[in-house]
């Protein structure tokens, strides 16, 4: 098929852009009706949402929009931050120091999971789950939290190619209620894989987790990583490239939880997902598919932006495999 994410490089065919806008349509149509999961509800703010949100965006590396939905929502990112730390973190650090400090093996376990940290040789697993992340954030140079965030704050957003700014109400309350993430940190510590004090990562770390982006910046932050780091839009090169394939590995094994070999198998395609309801998935060298709608699974991933995004990647034939 010649549809825009699925076309060949160099293709001299131009792209279907009328198809992949319909395919988009016919998702969105598709599982708008579908009501299983609900809104994560362990961040009371969370709670809040309407949970019939539902948003669907594709950015393509040269920077072209398409967007079905509810795309002008502002969520908070939750894990999704994840992924971008971990790219600041590997610039600053090499791709060596991920697997020496941080690993990169899928836990099988709930994103949360203390069993994890206690049966995983790095205990930290991966830099997708909290344990990983939280250790991942606390690598982060610089001279003070405030200055740690203010960079956090201004990577995240040159990934969107748009100023992005942090949910206070879901910082607040989930800052209120992180009593698992704080456990994880000090446990962290106790096996030496804590690089900071635990407690400003944890912070910083629930900052970064609380950013608020909507579905369109979403996609564009995906977009960045299909064009091997550089934002469509702007054209600033914010990811190093020969970085760019091994966050993507990461994702594809570890971006869905306990989930991603089944996600995987069924797209093949690179995602974060994030409580909040968003989800982005990866097509390198071509774009991202971002969705977002609040009713989450058992695993934390939000039902209708991961049904949307399985069923846009078969339609296109997408899978990276
Ligand atoms: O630490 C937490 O629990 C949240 N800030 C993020 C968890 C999350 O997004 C897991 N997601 N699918």
Redesign the pocket.
Known sequence: SNTVLAQKAKSPVAPDYERLEQILKDAHQKFAADKSGSP?D??PELAKVDPELFGICVVTVDGKVFSVGDVNHTF?I?????VYTLAMIMDQMGQQAILDKLGAEPTGLP??SVTAIEQQPTRVGNPLV?AG?IATTSLLDGESEKEKWEEILAFYSACAGNELTILNDVYES?AAT?G??QAIARLLQAYGVMYNDPEEAVDL??KQ??VGANTEQLAAMGATLAADGTNPFTGENVISPDNVPHILSIMLSCG??DYSGTWSYITGLPAK????GGIVAIVPGKGAIAAFSPR?DA???SVRAQKAIAYISKQLQINIF
Request: charged fraction near 10%.
């Open positions: 994560a362990y961040i908070s939750q894990s999704i931050s994840k994103f949360n909290n992340a989930e992180n698992r993430n770390y629930t987790c609380s869905m939880y997902s994030g409580v909040g989450v695993a934390g991933n």
